[in-house]
């Protein structure tokens, strides 16, 4: 297969903001001069750890340690291969790549098919929504309140009741079965390989950065004898417990908001009747309950790492809503924002509630929200008589264990109050019993888990080798030659393309004092051109292990500057006193030989000639 050539992929590269791609999966905000974090995409984590510096098109995760550039970063992300993200960029960016040996570019396969078929049948199913035989598609969303600008807004189709008018059109496309097949859209059955969705209003699934990359349908008629609703099956673009429907039209509104707000609601129509309405940061699972991973991605672009967010989920006032409160419920601590519940009047969802009482009753539902713990409180003591006194004891037990779970201290009391209330019962007795259950919880975390042990060596096995400890910011030494040493490598990797090269050169040609600094000294001073773009992300991957982590916490660690000007300013100076350190350090050394030879020698001569150069060159690094 024909390869890009090296030229294109910098190219590609250089056009391409790297803040960009990663801000349309993490919500990034300002960390310094030159740096921006959030909430790293590649390990669950509460506190934002996860560093952007866009001028060197580099990330680096302070707590997993995941780093890398744009490509890197597409490749663990969607799991795509190195040439597809290459391609993927380089057609966001409008640039045409050229292979090695003038071949063609290869025919594009694996994931970047399944995105192109899934972008084909939902302009495939759009164009059908307009079709004489959708009549009752559209008839379905005028009755729901939604006209045709609210469905092109939200890409909804219509698929054909005929077995294979999707599956022709895409074939007449250049796609074949087997990757239709591969993308969810087609089955293979006695009639042989046949539309999956047939008959349907059907809504296209996209990922956070809008690419679709899966469906969801509604039927329409009678004779339908497939479920109400179907959806894409599991594919390898497709994951129903990572994905919101919503997410890419919600995302901005959702990370701009003061506070940010998440809205999650059961259907696609309640996420259009929302988005209508204004409450334009709704969201949906896809046929799924809202569980973990929904609340990591979440967490990605609301960046919530302070309590001032809000989740707040919109149940029917059913038995199955409730059990989907409590469900939700379970996940509640894995949240830094605060999650409530919002209930419309008489059960009604979204899309209802707009339909009978008008855009601002869908609104106003933000304003009849309860906390999680609230909530779930009440629904857990509903079913108790307290009445009488063994329905009030038996609601405590049952509410109590939930109150446990609260691990905010000054919160824990006032729900005890809140529940007191609620059974007409002693504070007293409420706290004996939640101290009870919290008791049990803390016992249950601090049980020592099972071990298994590892296989004893056989006979003459090799000694097992002690991994290397990771070497970090963290664990440098704090004093002695560390700070000043670290500090200038910290300059010269951000912004060494601005600083003087022979100034540089001549800063890193000297060994350092602490040996995981020196290695990645010695990698930047290998370098012939730092004005190349992409030189300090080259620097930084030739650092020889186990110091190339900690050679990206130097590139991404924020530089203590208050603008661009005094950063390079410092980094100048940091330059300097590494020079005349190893200036003042040669010195000793020529005081220490000068005693050792006689003076009208001519290598005292010659010392002597040095030492008085020297003087000078620090009067110029040290004084100036």
């Not at 059955?189 to 999956?196: A, L």
């Not at 009445?387 to 201290?409: F, K, N, Q, S, Y």
């Not at 050792?596 to 010659?606: C, I, L, W």
Request: net charge neutral; proline share 6%; with cysteine.
């Amino acid at each position: 297969m024909p390869r890009i050539s090296q030229a294109d992929v910098d190219e590609v590269k250089s056009r391409t903001n790297i803040a960009d791609i990663v801000g349309e999966r993490v919500s990034l905000k300002s960390a310094g001069v030159g740096s921006m974090k959030g909430l790293c995409p590649f390990h669950d984590e509460k506190s934002p750890s996860f560093h952007v510096r866009p001028q060197v098109g580099y990330y680096h995760c302070f707590g997993c340690g995941a780093s890398g550039d744009v490509y890197s970063f597409l490749r663990e992300m969607d799991h795509v291969s190195f040439t597809e993200a290459v391609e993927r960029l380089a057609a966001r960016v409008g640039y045409t790549l050229h292979y090695e040996d003038g071949g063609p570019a290869p025919e594009t396969s694996g994931r970047s098919r399944l995105y192109a078929a899934n972008t084909a049948a939902a302009e495939f199913f759009r164009g059908r929504l307009l079709s004489p035989e959708a009549e009752s598609a559209r008839a379905f969303l005028g009755q729901r309140g939604f006209d045709a600008g609210a469905a092109a807004h939200f890409g909804v189709g219509y698929a054909p009741r005929g077995w294979d008018g999707m599956l022709k059109a895409l074939t007449a496309q250049g796609f074949t079965r087997d990757e239709l097949t591969a993308a969810g859209l087609v089955s293979t059955g006695q009639r042989g390989v046949y539309d999956r969705f047939r008959g349907r209003v059907v809504w296209p699934i996209r990922d956070v950065t809008g690419q679709t990359i899966g469906f969801g349908a509604r039927k329409l008629y009678d004779d339908d004898q497939g479920p109400k609703y179907l959806n894409t099956p599991e594919t390898p673009i497709y994951k129903k417990a990572q994905v919101l429907y919503g997410l890419d039209l919600a995302k901005r509104d959702i990370s701009r908001g003061d506070p940010k707000r998440v809205v999650v609601v059961e259907g696609y129509t309640d996420v259009m009747a929302c988005h209508l309405a204004g409450v334009t940061t709704a969201i949906a699972t896809c046929g799924t309950a809202f569980g973990a991973e929904h609340i990591k991605l979440l967490r990605r672009v609301m960046g919530d790492d302070s309590a001032a967010g809000e989740v707040v989920f919109t149940f029917d006032g059913d038995e199955a809503g409730q059990k989907a409160a409590l469900r939700a419920f379970t996940e509640d601590d894995r949240f830094n924002a605060q999650t409530f519940v919002a209930v419309a009047p008489d059960g009604l969802d979204p899309c209802d509630l707009r339909l009978q009482r008008g855009d601002q009753a869908v609104r106003g539902l933000m304003s009849t929200k309860v906390p999680m713990f609230e909530f779930v409180i009440d629904r857990k003591i509903s079913s108790f008589d307290l009445g009488t006194a063994e329905g009030r004891v038996g609601a405590l037990r049952a509410a109590a264990p939930i109150v446990a779970e609260i691990r905010d201290a000054l919160l824990r009391p006032e729900y005890e109050r809140i529940l007191a209330r609620r059974l007409g019962m002693d504070p007293t007795d409420v706290h004996a019993e939640v101290r009870r259950h919290e008791g049990r919880r803390r016992h249950g975390e601090s049980e020592p888990r099972e071990r298994t042990a590892a296989p004893a060596a056989g006979p003459g096995a090799p000694a097992e080798t002690p991994a290397l400890p990771a070497v970090t910011l963290a664990t440098l030494p704090r004093s002695g030659d560390a700070p000043l040493e670290r500090d200038a490598l910290m300059g010269a990797l951000q912004y060494g393309h601005q600083l003087e090269p022979d100034l540089l050169q001549r800063a890193v040609s000297v060994p350092f004092a602490v040996p995981a600094l020196d290695a990645v000294r010695e990698s930047i001073a290998q370098i012939a051109d730092r004005q190349r773009p992409g030189w300090a992300l080259q620097a930084v991957d030739a650092v020889r292990e186990p110091y190339r982590s900690l050679a990206g916490e130097l590139l991404m660690a924020a530089f203590p500057a208050r603008d661009e000007q005094s950063a390079m300013a410092s980094a100048t100076d940091l330059c300097r006193r590494l020079i005349g350190r190893a200036l003042s350090r040669e010195k000793s050394e020529l005081l220490g030989a000068i005693q050792r030879v006689p003076p009208d020698s001519d290598g005292g001569r010659a010392l002597r000639i040095r030492l008085r150069d020297i003087d000078a060159e620090r009067q110029q690094f040290i004084e100036s």
